[in-house]
């Protein structure tokens, strides 16, 4: 097939999609699909006019896309940096040619993390545009990209989820959650935007830095226990993993610097416990109308107690995340992985 790994972009997990869209990249070039690597923002130039004939034959350039991609830094991207590298200024969120190679491939693999990517309006304008892509459908996305919607869907249909509120910067005070409570960005991913704040002098100091991030922040109860997570695909979970970071809760550094943080899948616990998360991480799939994949997150707290914290519809693909490690728990490996993900693309088109 021919094949359209989009990554990069301009949101906070510029990084992770960029190591993300490596992975994929290399996985379905072994595969022997036909396979372009683009940056979302940046865009692809040709490098001489006179030789662009048909725009298909991009998918036969000898070229290795992911040569010059880099790896994650434990420091967020500069974005303004990335975004002075556009000539036009950005007014258009597609790079140059973005769109017409999209166009050309048989299916997108969406690579994209955080803002955009995940949010429903690249899937939006793909839906309009006739391209194929991978992934969950832009409503869904939405829905899931939001936190506070998606606590609320969650509380709707029965799947526990910790007590928290919404704030925004015009109306600050909607309730009051006690502390220790974690605050975020409603729309952020990676951590990034998350504190936990055990004072007042701490609460004001995480709202400030959420706030720089999004327009709205959820403040919720702080669990005290397990972390955990579970990937689902096609409505059925997917073994259940833990996560334990060594120092500190899994904020951006711990997630994606090797070593930061010990990841144990099958993880250990009882039949019974597990198959309680699964249950929920297949009903909150069900309650945010997701399609394909995702991941969901949750705790535990010292009582045995659940919550399911949020849906991740574009769930990281990099060496240490959490989905692959799930698949390789049941044989699957990483390109059997994109494999299984592409096929319920072209099924869905």
Not at 251 to 261: A, E, I, L, R
Request: proline share 4%.
């Amino acid at each position: 097939m021919k094949i359209v790994v989009l990554a990069g972009g301009i949101s906070t997990e510029r990084d992770v999609s960029l190591s993300s869209g490596t992975m994929i990249y290399r996985a379905l070039k072994e595969r022997g699909h036909k396979v372009v690597l683009l940056d979302v923002y940046l865009g692809y130039e040709w490098e001489e006019q006179k030789d662009v004939v048909k725009i298909e034959e991009i998918f036969n350039k000898d070229k290795d896309w992911a040569g010059e991609m880099g790896t994650i830094t434990e420091k967020n991207p500069d974005i303004a940096q990335i975004k002075a590298m556009r000539a036009d200024g950005g007014k258009n969120f597609f790079g140059p040619n973005v769109l017409s190679i999209c166009q050309a491939a048989d299916v997108v693999f969406m690579a994209l993390h955080g803002e955009n990517g995940e949010n429903g309006k690249i899937q939006a304008c793909f839906d309009l545009t006739g391209i194929t892509y991978t992934g969950t459908d832009y409503v869904s996305s939405a829905l899931s990209m939001d936190k506070g919607l998606s606590k609320e869907l969650f509380t709707y249909c029965g799947i526990p989820t910790p007590f928290g509120i919404r704030l925004t910067k015009d109306r600050k005070w909607e309730g009051k959650v006690p502390f220790p409570c974690i605050v975020k960005a409603c729309r952020g991913g990676s951590s990034v935007g998350v504190s936990i704040a055990l004072s007042e002098q701490e609460y004001e100091s995480a709202l400030e830095e959420a706030f720089q991030y999004d327009d709205e922040v959820i403040v919720e109860q702080y669990i005290d226990g397990r972390e955990f997570s579970v990937g689902v695909m096609d409505g059925k979970a997917l073994p259940v993993i833990e996560i334990a970071p060594l120092s500190g809760f899994y904020d951006y550094k711990n997630k994606y610097q090797p070593g930061s943080t010990i990841e144990t899948c099958p993880a250990d616990l009882s039949l019974e416990k597990t198959r309680e998360i699964q249950d929920y991480a297949e009903k909150a799939f069900a309650a945010l109308r997701l399609k394909s994949y995702a991941r969901m997150d949750f705790m535990m707290n010292r009582q045995g107690d659940l919550f399911c914290l949020e849906a991740n519809t574009l769930p990281g693909m990099t060496p240490t995340s959490l989905l692959p490690q799930e698949a390789a728990a049941m044989g699957m490996s990483f390109g059997e992985l994109c494999e299984k993900i592409l096929a319920y693309a072209v099924k869905e088109a």
